[in-house]
């Protein structure tokens, strides 16, 4: 795996970079991806900040696990973000294990990777390192930027951190701080991590292996939360997998169990332990209004960007009143604001399935901010 | 319709700042903002009218004005405007006074429970109108609380809220309505629109 890591693109960062754990780093990769054509008045660049789980590769098939990129329900031509039209770009965050700098990387000093060596990241030095790709790609202002869940959490950030930067914005089914619950949940993955044996305080990778059991269950805690109630019962109900009868024995009887654990253990075969320790700490750690010293509105001032924020009805990790409240914050701050809210029964996966509703508000908007950023390039 | 959309962009100015609560599809932002040059967000409850919005580039946020309009900073609008929907809420009075809060001035338009179709209805047939601006029966009318244009010239008196103007529409006519010709034009028009601050 880590060969072929070799072969993507990645943009060395030279600049330094002050993280909020007040370290300085420089001279690390960003691997990113991109699909379609910037156009000759660079007017059609949008930018996707990936979720916890997520990678660079949006669309088409991820070329290092071989599977269909994580939002090609959305993202590739003639879809929603359609990438005849636009040039899609997306950045694997720092802390992450798909070539950007991570827990896995070789740390210079040490010759050996990171691990526990490696800094707590949070959402602003993600988003920062992920700012350096516009210069490198030539873009001074983004047609639109978008994300959702942790996406979503960076978009905020970065229009908080670079206003103005992009035109439009949609954050999708996020907040603007964790909620306890939030952090409950990924402190609850953290810990089924730590307490695989195998994980050895994050020093597994000297003998080349990962917490496999520890990482699974972090994973199915995660798609549990994923979910709906409904949507889960319509899905799986009491059905039992591939039997006739409950056996009597501790095996998936049931098929939720079976989908679970394929779920959490497919999942290790692309994803490194500790980047999921650091991201969810990364993602705990947000809070947008302690940055401002506890007014949102402060972050979110002289906003010129138009935002549509999208929640979706199901969704009981970010409830739609978190994602109102983002709302309230821009409004009250002055800032062009839509808000959606999708009724649907899939939970805070809506926003990675075929969810027409959905699918059509992205299009929708972001084919008639194209319209407008093009007038107002003209003038 | 138009006609009233027509006469609420008449009273506006170019270049202001407005929150069109309820904007249903966005007919009448796109006529503020083709017309007038003005900036306009919307608020609105159906979601098929919201996403209706978004398609055409417009600013409109998904709620109900009844429970949501806390989320609007006071005097963050130049002009509030609340096209025939001041009747459906189940507190007028309390929408009208955030909407006074929010806007430094506020439009509203009231189908008119006065106009003489709507009294001969009631009088001749013994039965709740139905006309084109009440077009519903008296058990699934979202209309909780139906008044006349003298109503809200009493109600407006009566809580120390500033008339501006007052206009009137029927299908002929669009005119001017003063205290002086208050009883007529309560008979002879369809629609109210008050200017209120």
């Known amino acids: ?379 | 319709m138009k006609k009233e959309f027509k006469v609420i962009a008449d009273l506006l100015p170019n270049d202001v700042r407005v929150l069109d609560v309820g904007c249903g599809d966005g007919s009448l932002m796109n006529l503020l903002i083709k017309e007038k040059n003005i900036r306009v967000r919307g608020l609105e409850l159906v979601e098929e009218n919201v996403k209706k919005c978004i398609y055409k580039g417009l600013s409109v946020i998904e709620g109900n004005a009844e429970t949501e309009l806390h989320q609007f900073p006071s005097q963050s609008f130049d002009f509030v405007i609340l096209s025939q929907t001041l009747q459906a809420f189940y507190n007028p009075e309390k929408v009208l006074k955030d909407l006074l809060r929010i806007g430094k001035s506020v439009i509203i338009s009231i189908p008119n429970f006065g106009y003489w179709k709507v009294r001969t209805s009631l009088l001749f047939f013994g039965k709740m109108p139905i006309t084109k601006n009440l077009p519903n029966n008296w058990y699934n009318t979202p209309n909780l609380h139906m008044c006349t244009i003298k109503d809200m010239y009493d109600f407006c008196l009566s809580k120390n809220i500033k008339i501006n103007k007052i206009i009137g529409i029927n299908e002929n006519k669009i005119s001017k309505i003063y205290r002086s010709n208050l009883e007529i034009k309560n008979l002879f028009s369809k629609i109210g629109i008050f200017q209120l601050s």
């Open chain 1, 1 to 379: 795996m880590n060969e072929n890591l070799k072969n993507i693109k990645k943009l060395n960062v030279s600049k330094p970079l002050l993280l909020d754990c007040k370290q300085t780093i420089k001279d690390f990769p960003l691997a990113y991806e991109t699909y379609g054509k910037l156009n000759k008045n660079k007017d059609n660049a949008v930018l996707v900040f990936h979720a916890l789980t997520g990678d660079q590769f949006v669309s088409g098939i991820n070329p290092i696990t071989k599977r269909e990129g994580w939002w090609i329900s959305a993202v590739g031509p003639n879809k929603a973000i359609d990438t005849n039209k636009y040039f899609v770009v997306c950045a694997n965050v720092i802390g992450g294990c798909m070539g950007s700098w991570g827990p896995k990387e070789i740390d210079k000093k040490t010759n050996e990777a990171y691990g526990l060596n490696f800094p707590v990241i949070t959402i602003r030095d993600m988003v920062k390192a992920q700012e350096t790709l516009l210069d490198h790609l030539g873009i001074k202002k983004l047609l639109c930027a978008t994300g959702g869940s942790m996406g979503g959490m960076q978009l905020l950030q970065f229009c908080a951190t670079f206003p103005n930067k992009t035109f439009s914005a949609i954050p999708i089914a996020c907040s603007t701080s964790h909620s306890a619950q939030n952090i409950a949940l990924n402190e609850l993955a953290r810990q089924a991590i730590m307490a695989d044996p195998i994980w050895d305080k994050g020093r597994y990778f000297k003998k080349n292996v990962q917490p496999k059991n520890g990482l699974a269950v972090a994973r199915m805690v995660g798609h549990i939360s994923y979910l709906s109630e409904k949507g889960m019962q319509e899905k799986f109900g009491r059905k039992l997998q591939e039997k006739s009868d409950y056996e009597f024995s501790f095996d998936a009887d049931f098929q939720v169990e079976s989908y679970l654990r394929h779920q959490g253990y497919s999942f290790v075969e692309r994803f490194d332990a500790n980047s999921i320790l650091y991201i969810t700490r990364a993602m705990d750690y947000f809070d947008l209004s302690k940055q401002f010293n506890g007014g949102l509105v402060e972050a979110f001032k002289n906003q010129k960007t138009k935002f549509l924020v999208i929640s979706f009805s199901s969704d009981w990790l970010y409830t739609t009143k978190e994602n109102k409240d983002t709302v309230i914050a821009l409004n009250a701050s002055g800032a062009d604001v839509s808000f959606a809210e999708i009724k649907t029964d899939k939970g805070h996966d809506s926003f990675l399935v075929d969810e027409t509703e959905f699918l059509k508000t992205l299009k929708g908007f972001l084919d008639s901010m194209h319209l407008k950023f093009k007038n107002e390039k003209r003038i």
